[in-house]
T-cell receptor, first 116, second 116 residues
Framework: AQKVTQAQTEISVVEKEDVTLDCVYE???????LFWYKQPPSGELVFLIR??????QNEISGRYSWNFQKSTSSFNFTITASQVVDSAVYFC?????????????FGTGTRLQVTL | KAGVTQTPRYLIKTRGQQVTLSCSPI?????VSWYQQTPGQGLQFLFE???????NKGNFPGRFSGRQFSNSRSEMNVSTLELGDSALYLC???????????????FGPGTRLTVL
């Protein structure tokens, strides 16, 4: 069975601070995909990144960066110099390589509040 | 390109009634998935459709049903509403064959259903 744990329920930071959202996963599959989604107050889930289990390279996209460590089953997400617009709920998700939407397991989400 | 649209955005019903929610995927996308999001259970998979066929169904009672039309638009229906059905219902569409997970899912803004 798959499991995604986002232990941080809520994080509050002041604008321009760096913040890291933790994601720990469990799976018996040898190949799998990991995802991060952002859910702003408007409700829709916005895709941020997809990472294949074979690719452990860290990725940076603007102020966003992701640290994938297979050895610790973690896929952490860091926002550098946070902004108020980053305020949202962030979900980490996991799927087997052969999976479709039905196999996507979401974490419980981390609510990020960025204040001035 | 227009995004995924869901109608209505908000809905209030009473126990015992039934409800139909609609989802229009991104043009050209043939795969549509539905999710239920509640504070207690988080994001849970409901259905997955591809080319008018239900490919997978989540662990929900038979009161939850859905369908997909030839233009890829999808509807979900919940009969005999219960208080616990109050949730944000999200629809997502994706491209590619059978909506495989490595094809990015694009989410709509959701329909917030309140059952009184």
């Amino acid at each position: 069975a798959q499991k995604v744990t986002q232990a941080q329920t809520e994080i509050s930071v002041v604008e321009k601070e760096d913040v890291t959202l933790d994601c720990v996963y469990e799976t018996r599959d040898t190949t799998y995909y990991l995802f991060w989604y952002k859910q702003p107050p408007s409700g829709e889930l916005v895709f941020l990144i997809r990472r294949n289990s074979f690719d452990e390279q860290n990725e940076i996209s603007g102020r966003y960066s992701w640290n994938f460590q297979k050895s610790t089953s973690s896929f952490n997400f860091t926002i550098t110099a946070s902004q108020v617009v980053d305020s949202a709920v962030y979900f980490c998700a996991l799927s087997p390589d052969t999976g479709t939407a039905s196999k996507l397991t979401f974490g419980t989400g981390t609510r990020l509040q960025v204040t001035l | 390109k227009a995004g995924v649209t869901q109608t209505p955005r908000y809905l209030i019903k009473t126990r015992g009634q039934q409800v139909t929610l609609s989802c229009s995927p991104i043009s050209g996308h043939r795969s549509v998935s539905w999710y239920q999001q509640t504070p207690g259970q988080g994001l849970q998979f409901l259905f997955e459709y591809f080319s008018e066929t239900q490919r997978n169904k989540g662990n929900f009672p038979g009161r939850f049903s859905g369908r997909q039309f030839s233009n890829s638009r999808s509807e979900m229906n919940v009969s005999t509403l219960e208080l616990g059905d109050s949730a944000l219902y999200l629809c997502a569409s994706s491209n590619g064959l059978a909506g495989r997970i490595y094809n990015e899912q694009f989410f709509g803004p959701g329909t917030r259903l309140t059952v009184l």
